[in-house]
């Protein structure tokens, strides 16, 4: 382990920067004003007693020197386990879906399952 002022040290002295788009902000939504706030579905009481009771999902963006991917997941509230996902160039419903049917995919068959999704006020 190193210490954090050790790395800012080497990084400066090597010149290194962060990955930026010519200065500017990325941004990725914009959300709707007259979208609603929606409520919390969960309390914000992110556990469970059960696998499979609770997944949690959300998509986010990756920015590289390769350019900006998108990235969708599904997570266990349970197990904190990642049961779905999908990295994709584009911010398409199918990124989504393709988590989603990944995580189905991992389901034990019967069990009682509540899905909750986050939205940027309907920016999507």
Excluded at 14 to 43: F, H, I, M, S, Y
Aim: hydrophobic letters at 40%; aromatic letters at 10%; one cysteine or more.
């Amino acid at each position: 382990m190193v210490g954090r002022g050790r790395v800012e040290r080497l990084v400066v002295q090597d010149g290194l920067v962060g990955a930026k788009r010519r200065g500017r902000a990325w941004k990725t939504t914009v959300a709707d004003p007259a979208g609603c706030e929606r409520p919390d579905l969960v309390n914000r009481d992110f556990t469970a007693f059960r696998p499979d009771a609770l997944w949690i999902a959300d998509f986010t963006y990756l920015r590289s020197w390769e350019g900006v991917g998108f990235f969708s997941f599904v997570l266990d509230v349970y197990s904190r386990r990642c049961v779905g996902w999908q990295l994709a160039a584009n911010m398409r419903t199918d990124l989504l879906l393709d988590a989603l049917k990944m995580a189905l995919g991992t389901r034990r068959h019967g069990a009682d399952l509540q899905l909750i999704h986050h939205s940027d006020r309907g920016s999507q």
